[in-house]
């Protein structure tokens, strides 16, 4: 059973922090390589971080140096550590396979928002 459940999202100040979690099915998590994606009012869905099967990371120009992706293998789960939010990080947050297209299941995503 394809299973993706984001957590962790909330209302925090600018300048705060948050850490989501992402729980995922075996047939998912395997031996890719996950992403954390996410989707603002208005605008198209855009991948943030990656991290490989073995630990390599990459990430955005617009979150570099501020969060932090990372994967437990066994417990299929996949993390972001966001630090130095600020109010544009507001969107909707979800956890894929990297470079997930839109007709793959996607799960309900974690809102998080960004205001004083």
């Known amino acids: 059973q394809v299973q993706l459940a984001e957590s962790g999202g909330g209302l925090v100040q600018p300048g705060g922090s948050l850490r989501l979690s992402c729980a995922a099915s075996?047939?998912?998590?395997?031996?890719?390589?996950m992403g954390w994606y996410r989707q603002a009012p208005g605008k198209q869905r855009e991948l943030i971080a990656t991290?490989?099967?073995?630990?390599?990371?990459n990430y955005a120009d617009s979150v570099k140096g501020r969060f932090t992706i990372s994967r437990d293998n066994a417990k299929n789960t996949v993390y972001l550590q966001m630090n130095a939010l600020k109010p544009e990080d507001t969107a909707v947050y979800y956890c894929n396979k990297r470079w997930a297209a839109s007709y793959d299941y996607w799960g309900q995503g974690t809102q998080v928002t960004v205001s004083s």
């Open positions: 991290v490989s099967n073995v630990g390599t990371t």
């Open positions: 075996g047939s998912i998590f395997g031996v890719n390589a």
